[in-house]
């Protein structure tokens, strides 16, 4: 039987959050002009302000299982209606039609040009196939595309971070500033979309029998704003013509309809909702993929999304959940801060609901996790509390809910009674037990694992804690493009991960870990306290990390946009 506990608060907290912008990104980033200088860079920005202006890609996300792929793209609005219409079958000259829905793009989004977008989902899907399809926009073909199937008896995903098309703004480039402006000025828009580019083809040359893939958020970099130029670099990728991308909603996709119109995706459900989106989950092969919008911090909701895609495939080998916040990451921005206060709400439902691996973002960094389970104790004696205009989270205090003192999370260097408080905060977000297992090949096991992804285009990277936590096995800052190759079948789950050198290589930046099921012990996510084979953490590693933070780096600003279009 699985042994299972709830422990700690649920928070009922249904606001839109953002992040916090504590710390600035690092001086380094992925300059495409030299990466690219004998790969295509000078094709890619002699067209890039044809590729700024065109806001009608594709794109492609899983369905609702693999027999199912679903569609999104633009179609401008003019004398003709939109017609949200995919031919696609195995025979070019004989494609079968499926027809979906349309809607009306917010122009303010867009300059002011009306656009429709389009949703279709394609069904009937074979494994080991080679499709074809094409998209109407406005009742006119786009030229045809190619499509293959993989196995589904070994599913291959590849799983990245942040993408975050624009960020390298500031950065810079032929010895100019890489700007964000609207449309053909956002430099870095160009920039990060080759870098992109340059990975999902590096990924795939390296592993052409890849089904799909998991972005842990944050695809484009604008927060609240129109971004419409960063989509259509993002989008215009070469691979993603035939790759469909599980995209999950990240800080700065979260305050916009944008991502909505943009990314199809299936079972969407009216949980954890921003502007951006909600919940939705997915099967694939033997997995259940379950995708959480963690901006909003209503983990009530979240549970319930998860209790739903549990019942929906109940007999998934592997339950994985994709979130952006990193709630068992190292990065320097936010491991002590919105990470810690989810981690404690978060961690008991994961455990409850037999959750195999968690996938994060977030802080540009990579990490791995130790197989994790909770404590078994009551959390959530701390929250966020709304910044004085309430237009955001104060990201610089947490809030002690019984006594409503404001615990400042970087605080001022021989400042006694605020350190103690901000010992007393780690110490209750200490809510996890380490298991005891060894190598890295695991069998049965009872925890969780927990991955962060570094910048899949290099657009910005973060520093790591200066302390590596005691939950973290493998950590990596390379200041160098990631990515990482899930392997998953009935009985294992298998994640390698990789950096891109510049001259294009990928090399190896951890050994591969391993999870195995042997069918004969389904207790894998047990936060049962009576294990003796567990050793329970403290608080030390954590609280020494926060207190080599530099206070100084602090943004006290309380424009949430200007914070979030930072962070």
């Given amino acids: 039987m699985k042994r299972k506990l709830i422990a700690g608060l649920l928070t009922a907290l249904s606001m839109t959050v953002v992040c916090p912008a504590a710390y600035a990104s690092t001086d380094h980033y992925t300059d495409s002009s030299v990466v690219g200088a004998d790969s295509g860079w000078s094709d890619w920005d002699a067209a890039w302000e044809t590729t700024a202006a065109d806001f009608t890609k594709v794109s492609l996300t ?42 009306d793009v917010d122009q303010s989004l867009t300059g002011d040009k009306a656009y429709e977008y389009n949703h279709v989902t394609v069904t009937g899907l074979e494994p080991n196939t080679t499709y074809y399809y094409t998209v109407e926009k406005n009742g006119e073909q786009t030229d045809v595309c190619e499509y293959k199937t993989q196995s589904t008896d070994s599913v291959k995903i590849l799983y990245v971070g942040d993408p975050q098309i624009g960020a390298s703004k500031g950065q810079t480039q032929n010895g100019a500033e890489l700007s964000n402006e609207s449309g ?18 590096t990924a795939l040359e390296e592993n052409p029998d890849i089904n799909f893939v998991i972005s842990a958020g944050d695809q484009v970099n604008k927060t609240g704003e ?35 119109y943009h990314f199809n995706n299936p079972n969407n459900t009216e949980n954890g909702k921003t502007q951006a989106g909600g919940d939705y989950y997915y099967s694939y092969g033997e997995g259940l993929f379950i995708v959480l919008n963690t901006n909003n911090y209503n983990v009530a909701e979240h549970q319930k999304t998860i209790e739903e895609a549990v019942k929906a495939y109940p007999d998934a080998k592997w339950r994985i ?15 002590d801060t919105d990470g810690m206060i989810l981690r404690t709400q978060l961690t008991p439902v994961f455990d409850a609901n037999d959750i195999d691996v968690v996938l994060q973002g977030h802080d540009h960094t990579y990490s ?46 021989g400042d006694t009674d605020a350190q103690a408080a901000l010992d007393a905060f780690h110490q209750d977000n200490s809510c996890y037990t380490i298991e005891d297992v060894d190598g890295d090949t695991v069998t049965d096991p009872q925890g969780i694992l927990y991955m962060t992804a570094n910048s899949a285009s290099g657009s910005k990277y973060y520093e790591l804690l ?16 990631s990515y990482s190759v899930i392997t998953l079948t009935a009985d294992a789950f298998s994640i390698d991960t990789y950096q891109i050198t510049d001259d294009g290589k990928a090399e190896a ?39 080599d933070t530099p206070a100084d780096n602090a943004d006290t600003s309380t424009d949430a946009v200007a914070e979030t279009s930072e962070n």
């Avoid at 989008?235 to 990240?250: F, N, P, Q, R, Y």
Wanted: no cysteine; aromatic share 10%.
């Fill in 184 to 201: 053909a000025a956002n430099k870095a828009a160009e920039n990060d979309g080759f870098s992109w580019n340059r990975t999902l083809n």
């Fill in 62 to 103: 899983p369905g609702a299982d693999d027999t199912q792929l679903n569609f999104a793209w633009y179609s401008e609005k003019g004398d003709s209606d939109a017609t949200p219409v995919v031919h696609f079958g195995t025979d070019k000259d004989n494609l079968e039609t499926f027809e979906g829905t349309a809607g």
């Fill in 321 to 335: 959940v994709t979130i952006h916040q990193d709630i068992y990451g190292s990065g320097l921005d936010h491991s």
């Fill in 466 to 481: 200066s302390t590596q936590q005691d939950y973290v096995a493998a950590r990596s800052q390379n200041w160098l493009p």
């Fill in 226 to 260: 129109a971004k419409e130029e960063e989509y259509a670099s993002y989008l215009s990728a070469d691979a993603l013509k035939g790759l469909a991308v599980a995209t999950t909603i990240g800080n700065h996709d979260s305050l916009n309809e944008d991502y909505m």
């Fill in 368 to 413: 791995r996790s130790k197989m994790l389970y909770g404590d078994g104790q009551t959390h959530g004696k701390y929250e966020f509390s709304l910044n004085a205009d309430g237009t955001d989270y104060d990201w610089d205090h947490a809030t002690n809910v019984d006594t409503q003192e404001q615990i400042a999370l970087a605080p001022e260097e």
């Fill in 509 to 547: 930046i951890d050994d591969t870990f391993t999870i195995k099921k042997t069918g004969t012990d389904t207790t894998n996510n047990s936060s049962d306290t009576s294990d003796t084979s567990a050793d329970t953490t403290d608080s030390d590693a954590e609280a020494s990390d926060s207190s």
